[in-house]
């Protein structure tokens, strides 16, 4: 019986054994390029945009910076009305801020001619809407981390904004 398992059994474990290193060494070969690849496409992504013509950038502001500021301010006022009444009605505040920025908002994030300043645009509309889901679900921790990251990105927006500064920078 013993001379059984070792001519049929001790083989075969040999080769699952060894079945089993390959399947793992390939794995390995596998995520280490795909890391691998992955890093080279955030380098890539690194290199700054173009620079982007100041007069563009100043007809867009022309053309879509009170869009722009009348979602800040509604957006502020939605939280204000919504922070008087405990958060109570944070839905309708969400799906008011959802309507609003659905008309003319995105269309003028889209729009801005600055791939930075559009970056910055959209993660502000996201930030704003998280922080409103946030509320929402009752989530008060997250929301205010959500609104501490929509009023970085406002004032980042209203520095680049100011009167004066349309050329900004890329």
Known sequence: ????????????????????????????????????????????????????????????????????????????????????????????ALDRSDEAAAEHLDIAVAAHPNPRRRAELSALRAAARSTLVALTQGDYERARRHHLVYCDYRNLWQEYAAPGDHAGDS
Do not use: K, N
């Not at 001379?3 to 040999?14: F, S």
């Not at 992504?45 to 502001?61: I, L, M, Q």
């Not at 800040?72 to 405990?86: F, G, M, P």
């Open 1 to 92: 019986m013993s001379t059984v398992y070792v001519r049929y059994l001790l083989p075969a474990l040999v080769v699952a054994a060894c079945a089993v290193l390959a399947l793992v060494a390939r794995r390995r070969r596998g995520h280490r390029r795909a890391v691998e690849e992955h890093s080279s496409r955030i380098v890539d992504a690194t290199h700054p945009p173009a620079p982007t013509d100041p007069a563009s950038e100043v007809a867009w502001r022309q053309l879509h910076g009170a869009v722009l500021d009348d979602w800040i301010a509604a957006h502020e006022d939605l939280l204000d009305r919504a922070s008087a009444d405990d958060f109570s009605d944070a839905q309708a």
